[in-house]
């Protein structure tokens, strides 16, 4: 049983940064890929970027490219961080991440979500 905890969201002006966590366990995070995505009011939840455990390469959506940035704790390879910066009111939305093996074609385990208001 793999768990997913995300923490660090918050309420923050436009224009600010914030950092959020998510601690995964339950299995050994070696392999695979942990996304992170996120879901406005009244929006589909969207794909906000991803990191690749194996090798820490990473892919990001266009929305949060050149703002964010996700990595992982090395000395413990069961963490992992979305660094958001300039952050817009239309960041405001629920953050998840989510993890996925090499295997799968989709993220089949979600932590609960962290909330991230940005006020203008």
């Known amino acids: 049983q793999v768990l997913l905890v995300e923490s660090g969201g918050g309420l923050v002006q436009a224009g600010d940064s914030l950092r959020l966590s998510c601690v995964a366990s339950?299995?050994?995070?070696?392999?695979?890929?942990m996304g992170w995505f996120r879901q406005a009011p009244g929006k589909e939840r969207e794909f906000v970027g991803r990191?690749?455990?194996?090798?820490?390469?990473?892919?990001y959506s266009d929305l949060v490219k050149g703002r964010s940035t996700i990595s992982r704790d090395n000395a413990k390879n069961t963490v992992v961080y979305l660094q958001m910066d300039s952050l817009k009111p239309e960041d405001t939305a629920v953050y998840y991440c989510a993890y996925r093996n090499y295997y799968n074609p989709t993220f089949n385990y979600w932590g609960q979500g962290t909330q991230v208001t940005v006020s203008s």
């Open positions: 990191i690749n455990w194996s090798d820490g390469s990473t892919d």
């Open positions: 339950g299995r050994t995070f070696s392999v695979g890929f």
